[in-house]
């Protein structure tokens, strides 16, 4: 199915999409004006290894993914709006709590709510596109759009800190938990006075009588057949592991080589990658339309191992040599990552939708084990083995991609009147 960016398709959003784009943007922006220096806050704070600053992020991820698997699978029972408020309600707990906590332990149950309400909060949005937008053409769009986004916040937020001068200000963590509070007055509202949004409600909330009610038990059943989506989960598991050094390893290996104007470039890298992907994407999208979805992912692969030995080889001192490698990771994360999530949308039978996207939560197992590997690897070898390794996982990454229109999957029908 080719994809379609047109303003006829964009006129097809409902009111929900446009508070789901501009609660991203506003929530996403104030989240990376302080997150991406945590990890400089927990070396200068308290003066952690790169191991142990990569156990506090690993724990707290590895613990979110297992909770937004069972939050997710539940919500194609109770409606994503009710958990998508519980949610909401989390990431203001948690984010005001980080504003004050002062022990390791401490930092390590706060950012365990954060990142639980973040792993919750990814999939339950994606699936709610899918249950208020039929057309799978316009719902490509809108995740497309949706990711453009969070980019844009991303682009703002990381400079709007240095502006501020919040990098490494605790107290700044309060701007990201006012900014989910606005957003949690958005959704009450799109979701209980706004008539499309009511109508879209309906349809999430109240399963509909043709759809067979589907038992717990019944989903692993599927899931555990569903080869496809076993091997599609483990490549992207890997792939996020390769992605995610940049947001935890290659920062801890420039604060501890020392490299030059270390706050600034950090900013820069950020602000490369969101400017990369807003100007590209959806350029990118048009001269891709032609290919396949899972060609489109191989050719994201290349550019990311690319970006990698780049990584590896690239001097310490050389500002613009990072730059270079952050803009082709940034255009290979263009065409992976919201790919990947029509992709998985495509493949979602549309009352499993939630427990899909929840299974796709497994994917940030590669988030949370990179801090861990990453920082291992900074400890007992150096930056260059980390990049040269990751590089070496995108030829598997790339394999197992190749391989997987070849394997079984269930017969949905037949698996659910067992």
């Not at 935890?248 to 950090?266: F, G, H, K, W």
Request: proline share 3%.
């Amino acid at each position: 199915m080719n994809s379609d960016i047109s303003l006829a398709r964009f006129k097809q959003f409902p009111v929900l999409m446009w508070i789901f784009l501009f609660g991203s943007f506003i929530t996403r922006g104030s989240y990376y004006m302080v997150w991406p220096f945590l990890a400089v806050i927990l070396y200068e704070k308290f003066a952690l290894s790169a191991t142990e600053v990569g156990l506090v992020l690993t724990s707290a991820a590895v613990i979110s993914v297992f909770t937004s698997f069972i939050g997710s699978s539940l919500s194609d029972k109770v409606g994503r709006h009710t958990l998508m408020y519980i949610t909401g309600v989390l990431y203001i707990i948690s984010f005001s709590l980080l504003a004050e906590v002062e022990t390791v332990a401490g930092y390590v149950i706060v950012m365990t709510l954060c990142s639980i309400a973040t792993a919750l909060w990814r999939p339950l949005t994606s699936a709610a596109i899918g249950d208020i937008i039929d057309d799978a053409q316009t719902r490509e769009l809108a995740m497309q759009s949706l990711y453009f986004i969070v980019n844009v916040g991303c682009a703002v937020g990381p400079l709007a800190g240095v502006w501020l001068g919040l990098t490494g200000e605790q107290s700044s963590f309060y701007i990201t938990a006012a900014a989910f509070a606005i957003l949690l007055v958005l959704l009450v509202w799109g979701f209980n006075f706004s008539d499309k949004a009511a109508k879209n409600t309906a349809a999430i909330d109240e399963p509909e009588e043709k759809k067979p009610a589907v038992q717990g038990k019944q989903i692993l059943r599927i899931l555990f057949a569903d080869k496809l989506l076993q091997c599609l989960i483990l490549a992207n598991i890997l792939c996020m592991f390769i992605y995610a050094q940049m947001d935890s390893s290659l920062i801890q290996y420039l604060t501890r080589a020392e490299a030059p104007d270390l706050l600034a470039l950090i900013s820069a890298l950020i602000f490369t990658n969101a400017l990369v992907i807003i100007s590209s994407q959806f350029l990118l999208l048009k001269m891709m339309a032609r290919f396949n979805l899972t060609v489109r992912i191989q050719i994201g692969l290349v550019l990311l191992m690319v970006s990698q030995f780049w990584l590896a080889l690239n001097p310490i001192d050389l500002f613009w040599g990072w730059i270079g490698a952050i803009v082709v990771m940034s255009l290979a994360e263009t065409i992976l990552f919201p790919t990947m999530n029509v992709h998985l949308d495509r493949l979602a039978p549309s009352h499993l939708r939630g427990a899909y996207f929840g299974a796709a939560s497994f994917y940030d197992l590669g988030f949370a084990l990179a801090p861990l590997g990453g920082g291992l690897i900074l400890d007992y070898y150096d930056g260059p083995t980390l990049f040269f390794v990751a590089g070496g996982l995108c030829l598997v990454v790339i394999y197992l991609y190749a391989i997987l229109e070849k394997l079984p999957r269930p017969d949905f029908a037949n698996s659910l009147s067992k």
